[in-house]
């Protein structure tokens, strides 16, 4: 395990990448649902916007903040889930700055199976590891 010791305490990296990657997706499903629910007008937006930015820092102060209490099974999900937001956000700076023409391939709808695909493969890759070392 990468660690590295700051004033004291140990900071684990997968543990700080796995609390930032949560963060993402948290961020872009309360907004998109407090946009829907209010409705699609500008005041909607920055509602939006701020409710998903307060339950993206609640979700990676409690990631950060509980991983210890975690065990190896919930762990499993963070990865996926922290890789789901890191590859959707990934795609969608590529989309905006038009790298290789993705925004002409790449559509929302694809973006989304792209990172959910990354995040089953992030699973069942740490499962079949844990699996094999006999900590399913």
Known sequence: MITRRIEGA??????????????????LIVAA???ELVGGEIGA???????GFG?????????FGLWNRTGPRLRRLLYAYA??????V???????GHVANLDDVVDIPGQLIVALVAAIAV??????????????
């Open 10 to 27: 140990a900071v684990n990296y997968r543990r700080l990448a796995t609390a930032i990657g949560s963060g993402f997706p948290t961020f």
């Open 33 to 35: 649902a407090v946009i």
């Open 45 to 51: 937006g920055i509602l939006g916007v701020f409710a």
């Open 55 to 63: 339950a993206a820092i609640v979700a990676v102060a409690a990631v």
């Open 83 to 88: 890789t789901f937001g890191y590859v959707f």
């Open 90 to 96: 990934g795609v969608w700076f590529l989309r905006y």
């Open 123 to 136: 699973f069942l890759a740490s499962w079949l590891r844990a699996s094999q070392r006999g900590r399913a």
